[in-house]
Structure formats: C-alpha cells, structure tokens
C-alpha cells in the first residue's frame, strides 16, 4: 500500500509558539490531502481537506487562520498551528488519497 | 442524524469466535466504503474497501455492503487478541473525502 509519512512524531512547545507539522507521500503524488484531529477516545474529526497549488478547504467550526494549510507539491502539505494553546493538544493525523485514503502515523501535540 | 453511525462498543467477544461489526449511512448516493483498524495511539490503517452489493472477502475479513438498507458490516472470523482495537466505518464522497462513524471498540478476550 501507498506510505505517508509524518513529521514530527510527537512535539511539546510553550503556549503562543506555532507548530508546523509535515505530511509527505512517499511512494505516490497527491493532489489531495486530508487533516484530522483526534481527541482521547474520541472518532476522527477532519479538519481540512488540502488540494495542491490551492487554498485549502476547511471544516465549519476550523479556524483557518488558526490552522494554516499549505499544499506546496503533490507530496507534501503542511499544517501549521499558530499561537498554540493547550486546547490545541491533541494527535493529528493526515492522510493523502491514491485511490483509497491512506493515513499518515500522526503527530501528537501536546501544548504546555 | 449522524452521516454514519457505528454502536461504540465496547463489543467483546472470546477469543476464536467471529466479530460482527455494523455500521449505517444516510446517504444512499453513497458508493464507496471503508474499514480502517485503530489501535490505542496510533493512526488507522486500512482493512478494507467495497463498493458493490454483497461479500467482499480478504484472509479472515469480510465486509458486507446492503445498499438497500444503508448498511455496511465487517466479520472478523477467529478472532485474535490482537484484533481488540478500534473499527472505523468511512464512506467516500464524490471529493474522495472520508465521512468516519464514530467507532466501534472491539476487545477479544483470550
């Protein structure tokens, strides 16, 4: 099956620090990418979906500027949380489309 | 109403035995159906897809798609220890985006 990587694995930051997280497909292109946001026990909840080359589309309820999406080729988006607070901890996940979806192994943020 | 909905479980069932899991949708435009596994901290991973009527079998797996009634199932046969996990039902829409249930927690007891 198609990979998708994620980086970094696990991030612990202050909070009003901005955390970029990184979603690559390694073995195929994507021109689409999806954002997840998981809380303990809790079902995944999409956050946005990133098209390469433009604006990101986000979920009602997803702060865009908040949540900064870039798709800047077909094997790579990033999620960028600005000014994190400890309500943004939570395990991100993403995950690219090539024929199915394919998660990458998320990214547990944890905000002091 | 829920997009789709899955019982949360927990469902528990002895080791050796086969694990039914359910899940319905409200779209009947809906085609495309997935199984994902999630395991405790970590992202899921794909069991499964179908996308006609009937059985679709993979090792001990089988999905089960009732485009009638709205509903789509996975059967896991001898069911292991390992298999205690979470089970995600996402229907695909025309955007390839994934429309997830809330999750089923299975626990095989040895």
């Known amino acids: 099956g198609a990979v998708v990587s994620q980086h970094p694995s696990r991030v612990i930051c202050k909070s009003g620090t901005s955390v970029k997280i990184e979603c690559r497909s390694l073995?195929?292109?994507?021109?689409?990418m999806f954002w997840y946001r998981q809380f303990p026990k809790k079902s995944l909840m999409l956050m946005a979906t990133?098209?390469?080359?433009?604006?990101?589309?986000?979920e009602q309820g997803v702060e865009k500027d908040k949540f900064l999406i870039n798709h800047a080729s077909l094997t790579l988006s990033t999620l960028t949380v600005t000014s994190a607070h400890p309500e943004d901890s939570s395990f991100y996940i993403c995950?690219?489309?090539?024929?199915?979806?394919?998660f990458g192994p998320g990214t547990r943020l944890t905000v002091l | 109403q829920k997009e789709v909905e899955q019982n949360s479980g927990p469902l528990s069932v002895p080791e050796g035995a086969i694990a039914s899991l359910n899940c319905t949708y409200s779209?009947?435009?809906?085609?495309?159906f997935f199984w994902y596994r999630q395991y405790s901290g970590k992202s899921p991973e794909l069991i499964m897809s179908?996308?006609?009527?009937g059985d679709k079998e993979d090792g001990r797996f089988t999905a089960q798609l009732n485009k009638a009634s709205q509903y789509v199932s996975l059967l896991i046969r001898d069911s292991q220890p390992s298999d205690s996990a979470t089970y995600l039902c996402?229907?695909?829409?025309?955007?390839?985006?994934?429309?997830f249930g809330g999750g089923t927690r299975l626990m095989v007891k040895p």
């Open positions: 995950s690219a489309h090539s024929g199915k979806q394919f």
């Open positions: 073995d195929f292109q994507a021109t689409t």
């Open positions: 990133s098209n390469e080359g433009s604006k990101a589309t986000y």
């Open positions: 779209d009947r435009g809906s085609q495309s």
């Open positions: 179908i996308y006609s009527n």
């Open positions: 996402g229907r695909k829409d025309a955007g390839n985006m994934l429309t």
